[in-house]
């Protein structure tokens, strides 16, 4: 039982964050019939960018770009990877999907 909601839209907003998990699986592998929820290009392009943090911790990213090419479920593990260029200045970036296709590409460029 929720206590101290009182309000129907805060009673509202609890059950949609409660149920939203729910309610993507029954969407996504029932209705559309997909393999497996779908791991979001958002979180994916997330991941890409503390790579370049985590792996250049000296160079201050000043742009990323990312276009998806294919979707992630969550299946399988699935890949990050990239290559900085030889002056410093940017780092061509992409993810694969559990089969190894690529999913998402990107570029992050430093100041």
Not at 24 to 49: D, I, R, T
Request: charged fraction near 20%; aromatic fraction near 6%.
């Amino acid at each position: 039982m929720l206590t101290g909601l009182r309000q129907p839209l805060q009673i509202l907003r609890v059950c949609l964050v409660v149920a939203a998990p729910a309610l993507e699986y029954v969407v996504g592998m029932v209705v559309e019939k997909l393999p497996g929820l779908v791991v979001q290009s958002s979180l994916v392009s997330q991941l890409l960018m503390e790579m370049c943090r985590k792996e250049l911790p000296t160079r201050q990213l000043k742009s990323f770009d990312f276009k998806s090419a294919r979707q992630i479920y969550d299946t399988g593990k699935f890949t990050i990877a990239g290559n900085p260029s030889a002056d410093g200045r940017e780092a061509q970036l992409w993810s694969l999907d559990p089969e190894g296709r690529v999913s998402m590409t990107a570029t992050a460029k430093f100041a």
